[in-house]
């Protein structure tokens, strides 16, 4: 079967860096999307890795290894605001999204 | 901006009753999906439309039934309520950009008794 694991809650420091883990199992891929979605909200798109290596946009930051079936995303200078569930999902060989349960992220002054 | 717009936000029905959520997009995007959001699970495929006029079914289609009779609108129809339908419902849609990255809609929480 097709499998998406990440942590179901962390907590970190305003300020400080977090780096959220996605490991998958899937019929093929086809890439790899992150979108935050806060509390009460509408998931909105992050960021989209489909070869190995880092995606860098701003604060945020994705690592792909397809190889391990592994990315990570990585928040840098947390802020208040970014308290919200992170969303990995994996197209696969049918471009179909498989999602994981979401990384709820608390973030703590 | 409009983007995507469901209805309704939020809907009480007695279980048996039929209902409709509404999803109407103004990206003319090609792709509308249409998930639900249970508290412990990733989001889950109910059915999608890759373009006006035909349809899929996804994950968990049983009990929901759609339509594509344009591109803009891509209602989702529960036939006869169940309580294990209660969930949050998004209706998201995707376009020929080079990710396709997934645009979502505000969500429509029911809520069946």
């Known amino acids: 079967g097709q499998n998406i694991d990440q942590p179901t809650e962390m907590t970190a420091t305003e300020g400080a860096i977090v780096q959220i883990n996605c490991t998958y199992q899937?019929?093929?891929?086809?890439?790899l999307f992150w979108y935050q979605q806060h509390a009460g909200e509408a998931p909105t798109f992050l960021s989209y890795?489909?070869l190995d290596g880092l995606e860098e946009k701003g604060r945020f930051s994705s690592f792909l290894s397809r190889s391990k079936g592994y990315s990570y995303l990585l928040l840098k200078e947390l802020q208040m605001k970014d308290s919200a569930s992170y969303l990995c999902?994996?197209?696969?060989?049918?471009?179909?999204?498989?999602w994981g349960a979401g990384t709820k992220l608390i973030i703590k002054p | 901006i409009a983007g995507i717009t469901q209805a309704p936000t939020s809907q009480i029905l007695a279980a048996g009753r039929r209902m409709t959520l509404r999803c109407t997009q103004d990206?003319?995007?090609?792709?509308m999906y249409w998930y639900r959001q249970d508290l412990g699970l990733g989001l889950r495929l109910i059915h999608y439309?890759?373009?006006?006029?035909?349809?899929g079914k996804g994950e968990v289609p049983d009990g929901y039934s759609v339509s594509r009779a344009n591109t803009d609108d891509f209602p989702l129809t529960l036939a006869s309520a169940v309580p294990s339908q209660t969930s949050v419902y998004f209706c998201?849609?995707?376009?020929?950009?080079?990710?396709?990255?997934?645009?979502f809609g505000e969500g429509s929480r029911l809520t069946v008794l």
């Open positions: 439309s890759n373009t006006a006029g035909t349809t």
């Open positions: 899937t019929s093929g891929f086809n890439g």
């Open positions: 998201a849609s995707s376009g020929a950009s080079d990710t396709g990255e997934l645009f």
């Open positions: 990206m003319r995007h090609n792709a």
């Open positions: 999902a994996v197209r696969d060989s049918n471009y179909q999204l498989i």
């Open positions: 890795n489909v």
